[in-house]
């Protein structure tokens, strides 16, 4: 079993930054942040193998954001840099025990229970 709590989320200008967090617990082999916005469907933001740090972005957010892990603190993190009022979502953490496929919803088994993000312009 996987556990994941996010925090981090708030309001903030456009081009502005904010700094997601996710607490896990349990053995993991890959993951990753989506974000929903309202009547969209779920979409891959950013992915991570735990293995060797390898990264990989959903071309809409690659060059502002950044997934980076801390194991001893079991701790994943996204930096959200120049900001845009398209980014507003709710952002959830995922993980998958087994495999470290495309950022689709259903690649993960497990997820948070997501943290609200909202940029105005």
């Known amino acids: 079993q996987v556990q994941l709590v996010e925090s981090g989320g708030g309001s903030v200008q456009a081009g502005g930054s904010l700094r997601l967090t996710c607490a896990v617990s349990?053995?993991?082999?890959?993951m990753g942040w989506f974000r929903q916005a309202p009547g969209k469907e779920r979409e891959g933001v950013a992915g991570i193998y735990t293995r060797d740090g390898s990264t990989y972005y959903a071309d809409s957010v690659k060059g502002r954001f950044t997934i980076s892990q801390d194991n001893a603190k079991d701790t994943l993190y996204l930096q959200m840099n120049s900001l845009k009022p398209e980014d507003t979502a709710m952002y959830y953490c995922?993980?998958?025990?087994?495999?470290?496929?495309?950022?689709?919803?259903?690649?993960?088994?497990?997820w948070g229970q997501g943290t609200q993000v909202t940029v105005s312009s």
């Open positions: 349990g053995d993991r082999y890959c």
């Open positions: 995922a993980a998958d025990t087994m495999r470290c496929g495309p950022l689709r919803v259903g690649n993960f088994d497990y």
